[in-house]
């Protein structure tokens, strides 16, 4: 077999498949095993205890499919032509959405895709051992897709390439071939610290290295809990994850938008009025996120986020009025309606915030020196 001559008929049926480029690497990912675990040890992954489960199974791609030889490690862009990205985070009354959520779940598509690549692959060499990956495994797909020369790890901990910035999802293909491998990318970020300067929360903590506890994409769709008090004016009017590392990177210049239609916004997110998202039922939530990787962070999550959102929204006596009468039904949301109601009525003159302060004490019952 001409491993040469299948790697480049390997590398042309990928963009045939829509990956936008794709690279091979060895599976030697020792060098990552001691960040890994410091990283672990800090608590850095906060809730998601899927990270630490499985111990260094993570850098040890061999492990989740015996014989593994090489990684292609592929990326697909994700930018979708809509991107609306200063309209909704200047517009604190709608909702800002991170731009890989507009559209439909990338892990089926990216996978499927995937799987066609390693069967074009078999059907060339007569036997293959493969698997492909989307998130899906514990595997640490950045550092492989930097020794495949996809890119280099960036100070905000993504994978930036000189040509295509940071706009794509990543996924990997675990054979049991010896394919020739790949340059790895050199970095070249510089001394440029934009990401790191302009993190609202201040959660990339050190180059490369993120706090997730301190993430609003975490807060918003990995953690399922009480958000706590310092982040939430800080959140502004992201309710599902965040951008800001990769709006204001030099590299994202050169992005492309994605020539996958599935990436495009979806028509029930053209209308992001927090009032307006706020309004949709559990059914109607399941129903417009149908396909969505927003639909797994279930419909009270996303109260919670609209909820903070609208507490940081201007003054509308029509927030307030709905954060009342959404009051007392989760003990999740209270005490986030308490707080977004607090920052409503703080935004009124002195006077009429003295008067709903009357109005709300006489609602309760309670003395008016309460």
């Known amino acids: 077999m001409d491993y040469q001559a299948l790697a480049k008929?390997?590398?042309?049926?990928?963009?045939?498949?829509?990956?936008?480029k794709a690279g091979i690497c060895d599976v030697d990912l020792t060098e990552h095993e001691a960040p890994l675990q410091q990283w672990l040890d800090k608590g850095y992954h906060g809730e998601m205890d899927w990270m630490a489960r499985h111990g260094m199974m993570r850098?040890?791609?061999?492990?989740?499919?015996?014989?593994?030889?090489?990684v292609i490690s592929v990326r697909m862009d994700y930018l979708p032509p809509d991107a609306h990205f200063a309209s909704n985070?200047?517009?604190?009354?709608?909702?800002?959405?991170?731009?890989?959520?507009?559209?439909?779940?990338?892990?089926?598509?990216?996978?499927?895709?995937?799987?066609?690549?390693?069967?074009?692959?078999?059907?060339?060499?007569?036997?293959?051992?493969?698997r492909p990956f989307v998130d899906s495994a514990p595997i640490l797909e950045r550092p492989l897709a930097q020794k495949a020369g996809l890119g280099w790890t960036g100070k905000h901990s993504l994978i930036l390439d000189e040509g295509a910035g940071s706009w794509?999802?990543?996924?990997e293909l675990l054979v049991d071939i010896p394919l020739p491998i790949d340059t790895p990318s050199e970095?070249?970020?510089?001394k440029c610290t934009a990401c790191?300067?302009?993190?609202?929360?201040?959660?990339?903590?050190?180059?490369?290295?993120?706090?997730a506890r301190r993430c609003i994409s975490y807060l918003t769709i990995e953690y399922s809990g009480v958000i706590p008090e310092e982040f939430r004016p800080l959140m502004g009017n992201r309710i599902y994850g965040c951008d800001d590392c990769?709006?204001?990177?030099?590299?994202?210049?050169?992005?492309?938008?994605?020539?996958q239609s599935d990436f495009h916004r979806r028509q029930a997110l053209h209308d992001p009025d927090l009032l307006a998202l706020f309004a949709w039922d559990e059914k109607t939530f399941l129903k417009n996120m149908e396909g969505s990787a927003i639909r797994r962070i279930g419909?009270?999550?996303?109260?919670?986020?609209?909820?903070?959102?609208?507490?940081?929204?201007?003054?509308?006596?029509?927030i307030i009025e709905t954060l009342e009468q959404a009051k007392g039904h989760s003990e999740l949301l209270d005490p986030h309606i308490d707080w977004a109601l607090t920052q409503q009525q703080e935004q009124l003159p002195f006077k009429d915030r003295k008067k709903a302060r009357l109005i709300r004490i006489v609602e309760k019952g309670l003395p008016r020196d309460a």
């Open 9 to 20: 008929k390997i590398k042309f049926w990928a963009h045939e498949l829509g990956f936008a």
């Open 59 to 70: 850098a040890r791609p061999a492990e989740l499919l015996p014989g593994t030889l090489r």
């Open 89 to 130: 985070l200047n517009n604190a009354s709608e909702a800002y959405i991170s731009r890989y959520a507009l559209g439909r779940d990338y892990h089926k598509l990216v996978r499927n895709q995937l799987k066609k690549l390693g069967e074009k692959i078999k059907a060339e060499t007569g036997e293959l051992g493969f």
């Open 168 to 171: 794509f999802f990543l996924g």
């Open 187 to 190: 970095n070249q970020c510089g």
């Open 196 to 211: 790191m300067t302009s993190c609202p929360t201040n959660a990339i903590v050190e180059e490369g290295i993120v706090d």
């Open 246 to 259: 990769q709006l204001v990177c030099p590299w994202n210049r050169f992005a492309h938008l994605t020539e």
């Open 299 to 318: 419909h009270e999550q996303w109260r919670r986020n609209i909820i903070i959102a609208m507490g940081n929204a201007p003054y509308s006596q029509q």
